[in-house]
């Protein structure tokens, strides 16, 4: 007894089918969950926010430094909840491919001034001195997604905060690379072990490899799952005789402010450098 060939086909395919679907409808639920558990969760860590500040204004009286110190506290937490379950959101739609990038032609060197500008608080909180120095030319730009690309680096600051000593120096470099762009981020933190350099940034690696500092080891996942969706490569190295450096290079999706045009990839050879980039 034989079966037309057709027919195997026609059941494989439509067994395929309904595994695809299934997984899409499982994907979906799981986001769904994700953001009806992220909405119920933000808005009561909101009223606590909100209760937080209002106290630290003195709204409600003195305050002693004891009482002060530990309602910071509070409030830091509820901003470390906060920035975990828009992690979490982020991992999952990348895992199912809902993240897009919103390309756009972006002075680099703006993007990591505006970057180390929203780090400032935490910089001054810990006497941290940041430095920045760009080999790029002014007006250079790179086609990128401007608001992910700011929060790669505010994860890499963040990092470098968390692990640098009390007034310690913070150093971002970026320069023009032959087949395209490099941002460092340097700390002058504890070294890295060799055998979890090249893990460091796969998920929930980095809470337990160092302190209890750190949260739930997201932080550089996203950072990495970003980079790769711009085509790029993210990596770190120990740095003699101290720190750590965090290097993102990125390709030559480049537009030249000069003339106004935008460079696409080429059939071949990859992206042609822009004006003031070679």
Same mark, same amino acid.
């Given at each position: 007894?034989?079966?037309?060939?057709?027919?195997?086909?026609?059941?494989?395919?439509?067994?395929?089918?309904? !595994?695809?679907?299934?997984?899409?409808?499982?994907?979906? !639920?799981?986001?769904?969950?994700?953001?009806?558990?992220?909405?119920?969760?933000?808005?009561?860590?909101?009223?606590?926010?909100?209760?937080?500040?209002?106290?630290?204004?003195?709204?409600?009286?003195?305050?002693?430094? *004891?009482?002060?110190?530990?309602?910071?506290?509070?409030?830091?937490?509820?901003?470390?909840?906060?920035?975990?379950?828009?992690?979490?959101?982020?991992?999952?739609?990348?895992?199912?491919?809902?993240? %897009?990038?919103?390309?756009?032609?972006?002075?680099?060197?703006?993007?990591? %001034?505006?970057?180390?500008?929203?780090?400032?608080?935490?910089?001054?909180?810990? /006497?941290?001195?940041? +430095?920045?120095?760009?080999?790029?030319?002014? +007006?250079?730009?790179?086609?990128?997604? @401007?608001?992910?690309?700011?929060?790669?680096?505010?994860?890499?600051?963040?990092?470098?905060?968390?692990?640098?000593?009390?007034?310690?120096?913070?150093?971002?470099?970026?320069?023009? %690379?032959?087949?395209?762009?490099?941002?460092?981020?340097?700390?002058?933190?504890?070294?890295?072990?060799?055998?979890?350099?090249?893990?460091?940034?796969?998920?929930?690696?980095?809470?337990?490899?160092?302190?209890?500092?750190?949260?739930? *080891?997201?932080?550089?996942?996203?950072?990495? @799952?970003?980079?790769?969706?711009?085509? *790029?490569?993210?990596?770190?190295?120990?740095?003699?005789?101290?720190?750590?450096?965090?290097?993102?290079?990125?390709?030559?999706?480049?537009? @030249?402010? /000069?003339? *106004?045009?935008?460079?696409?990839?080429?059939?071949? /050879?990859?992206?042609?450098?822009?004006?003031?980039? %070679?």
């Amino acid at each position: 007894l034989t079966v037309p060939t057709v027919t195997v086909f026609s059941l494989f395919g439509y067994y395929h089918g309904m !595994q695809e679907g299934r997984l899409e409808l499982r994907n979906c !639920q799981m986001e769904d969950f994700l953001n009806i558990a992220a909405h119920d969760i933000r808005s009561p860590l909101n009223v606590v926010a909100e209760a937080v500040d209002i106290v630290l204004s003195g709204m409600q009286g003195p305050l002693n430094e *004891g009482q002060e110190k530990f309602l910071r506290m509070a409030g830091g937490q509820s901003t470390v909840i906060t920035e975990l379950l828009d992690e979490l959101l982020d991992i999952q739609r990348m895992a199912v491919g809902r993240y %897009r990038l919103e390309l756009v032609p972006v002075d680099l060197n703006d993007l990591v %001034r505006k970057a180390m500008a929203e780090m400032e608080a935490l910089f001054a909180k810990k /006497g941290i001195q940041p +430095g920045f120095s760009s080999g790029l030319s002014q +007006g250079s730009k790179l086609r990128i997604d @401007d608001f992910r690309m700011r929060q790669v680096l505010r994860n890499l600051l963040n990092n470098a905060v968390r692990y640098s000593p009390a007034n310690a120096k913070i150093r971002v470099e970026v320069h023009a %690379r032959r087949r395209g762009v490099e941002i460092s981020v340097f700390n002058e933190g504890p070294h890295i072990p060799e055998d979890k350099l090249l893990r460091i940034f796969d998920k929930f690696v980095q809470a337990s490899m160092r302190d209890k500092k750190l949260g739930a *080891g997201l932080g550089l996942t996203i950072c990495k @799952d970003i980079v790769k969706l711009h085509g *790029g490569k993210i990596w770190a190295e120990n740095v003699l005789p101290a720190g750590v450096s965090f290097h993102v290079v990125l390709p030559e999706r480049l537009a @030249d402010k /000069g003339n *106004g045009t935008e460079y696409g990839p080429a059939e071949r /050879g990859g992206y042609p450098l822009a004006a003031g980039m %070679r």
